[in-house]
Structures are given as C-alpha cells and as structure tokens.
C-alpha cells in the first residue's frame, strides 16, 4: 500500500526566503506525483503535475522535481511572499486507476 | 480549463438527518468521480470511487450504507450522508477525471464543510 509522507508538517518563513518543502513515497511504481495548495477551507488548487518519465516541472517562482527511484520530491518556492502561505499538498498517483494518495501536507505561513 | 463544482458549499443540520451533497463536472464528462473527506488539519482520505452507470467502489472502513453514493451521469454524483451525527462532521470534497490531451486528470471541487448539530 502506497504511503506519502510530507516534511515538515509546518514551516514559517520570512518573506523573500527561498524554500523546500519535501514528499515521499513508498512505492516507486508511480504514473505520476502532483503538487496541490490548499487554503483555508478550501478545495485544491493544482499548482505541478510531474509524469513519472519526468524529473522536474516549472512554473513562475515554483520548481518540482521528482526521484522516482528514491521515492522523493521537491516543491520549491523561490522568492517567498505572504500570499504563498497555504498548505501544500503532494498526492501520488499509481499505475493502476486513477487514485490519488495524499499526503499529510506541510502549512507554510510566510511572515510580512 | 476543466471546472468541478460542488453543492452546497456549506451546511448545517440536526442530528439523524440526511444531506445530499453534488458533484459536478461543468464543461466534461466524467465516467470517474472520487469523494475524499478531509478532517480539520489533516489531509484528504479517499472515501469511494464513483462509476457513472455502475455501483461505486468504497475504501476500507467506509460504511456504504452510510455514505450513498449515485452516479446516475456523465456530469453528475451525489453523495448523500445517511442519519448524520456530529463525528461526520467534516470536509467533503470530490474530484473528477478529465480524460483529454493524452493523460488522465483529477480536477478537484471546491469541498463541502457539513457540520451536524
């Protein structure tokens, strides 16, 4: 059974620093890994969607990359700014339907 | 791009009683719905996988008989919440997969706060 695991489960920052926020995963056999940000009672807003043939995927001040072999990726946000602070989901999809297993998400809070 | 949405986006009802929430894709078809629950400061559980035109597929420890879920088109699922008590209170959000350019997406709705009194 597939198991993602995200660290840290919390992060503050000052604005303008660049940062890491890192998932892992059990089972290497993946069709893809996504990067989602959540706001406050609100849904998903799909921010990345990295293939399993891929190794990073861009997108302004976001950066992902993917090591399928090691079971890891990595959401950089380059340039922090307060209206980054949300919580930030990574969910990998199997090879097998269309199911998605979320991690347990990391909230980031940006400081002014 | 591919929208979902859900309704209603917030409710509240007494104790034993059922609520109905909806899914829908508004410009595709999807044959593929999923319905997640989300308690606060955790992350999304899948509940169910819903298949227009056939019954839908529960994940371990999901009582069916409590969370009915109907598919009945390409655009639609419902999940209605049976004789609700206060621990279904959560966050209920669906997604729907939109099969175009090649690759299978998920689109996320907007989430459900249900909050039973």
């Known amino acids: 059974k597939q198991e993602v695991t995200q660290i840290p489960a919390a992060l503050s920052v000052p604005e303008g620093e660049n940062l890491v926020l890192n998932c892992s995963f059990t089972?290497?056999?993946?069709?893809?890994l996504q990067w989602f940000r959540q706001d406050p009672g609100k849904g998903l807003t799909s921010l990345l969607l990295i293939q399993s043939s891929q190794r990073e995927q861009t997108s302004g001040r976001l950066n992902a990359s993917l090591d399928k072999s090691s079971g890891r990726s990595t959401l950089y946000i380059a340039a922090s700014q307060p209206g980054d602070s949300a919580t930030y989901l990574c969910a990998v999809r199997g090879n097998a339907g269309n199911m998605l297993t979320f991690g347990g998400g990391t909230r980031l809070m940006v400081k002014p | 791009g591919a929208v979902v949405s859900q309704h209603p986006s917030r409710v509240i009802c007494k104790s034993g009683t059922s609520v109905k929430i909806e899914c829908r894709s508004l410009d595709f078809q999807a044959t593929t719905m999923f319905w997640y629950r989300q308690f606060p400061k955790q992350s999304l559980m899948l509940m169910a996988t819903s298949n227009e035109g056939s019954k839908a597929t529960y994940e371990q420890g999901v009582e069916k008989d409590k969370f009915l879920i109907n598919h009945a088109s390409l655009t639609l699922s419902t999940l209605t919440v049976t004789s609700a008590h206060p621990e279904d209170s959560s966050f209920y959000i669906c997604?729907?997969?939109?099969?175009?350019?090649?690759?299978?997406?998920?689109?996320f709705g907007p989430g459900t706060r249900l909050t039973v009194l």
């Open positions: 997604s729907a997969i939109w099969r175009g350019g090649g690759t299978d997406t998920q689109y």
């Open positions: 089972d290497s056999a993946i069709y893809n």
